[in-house]
């Protein structure tokens, strides 16, 4: 499955253990990642500002970048998220044609989907896996 994971959902699989910990580990490499430079800037931003992380440190992220199907998306028409930096998310799946974008983020699941694009919390994501 073609998924975007958002940055917060990265993040939290890194620095925290629980649903996030376990999709990093676990469900990232059975997937297809597709990410962008703008997410990827945004993850490389909050683990150095959040977290004083380096993510050329972190095996974890070598993989989840090369096992990642990269995408170049234009910008949104318009702006569809209350968070516009959000809409790079929405952009990054439809470029991705992502089947599912995954994310803790309340400007995004608002939403509920974009262009046929389910946007989905950790746990639906991880509940919906278990029911195919």
């Given at each position: 499955?073609?998924?975007?994971?958002?940055?917060?959902?990265?993040?939290?699989?890194?620095?925290?253990?629980?649903?996030c910990?376990?999709?990093?580990?676990?469900?990232?490499?059975?997937?297809?990642?597709?990410?962008?430079?703008?997410?990827?800037?945004?993850?490389?931003?909050?683990?150095k500002?959040?977290?004083?992380l380096?993510?050329?440190?972190?095996?974890?992220l070598?993989?989840?970048?090369?096992?990642?199907?990269?995408?170049?998306?234009?910008?949104?028409?318009?702006?569809?998220?209350?968070?516009?930096?959000?809409?790079?998310?929405?952009?990054?799946?439809?470029?991705?044609?992502?089947?599912?974008?995954v994310t803790?983020?309340?400007?995004?699941?608002?939403?509920?989907?974009?262009?046929?694009?389910?946007?989905?919390?950790?746990?639906?994501?991880?509940?919906?896996l278990?029911?195919?």
């Amino acid at each position: 499955m073609r998924v975007v994971f958002d940055t917060n959902v990265i993040v939290a699989g890194i620095v925290a253990e629980g649903l996030c910990c376990e999709i990093v580990e676990t469900h990232v490499p059975q997937h297809t990642p597709v990410l962008s430079r703008p997410l990827w800037d945004e993850l490389v931003e909050q683990l150095k500002d959040k977290f004083d992380l380096e993510a050329d440190a972190l095996p974890v992220l070598t993989l989840y970048r090369r096992h990642a199907t990269w995408v170049d998306p234009p910008p949104l028409d318009k702006p569809v998220s209350r968070d516009p930096d959000d809409d790079w998310v929405l952009a990054t799946a439809l470029a991705g044609e992502a089947e599912a974008i995954v994310t803790g983020d309340d400007d995004l699941l608002s939403l509920g989907e974009y262009e046929g694009v389910p946007i989905l919390k950790p746990r639906q994501f991880l509940e919906s896996l278990q029911s195919d």
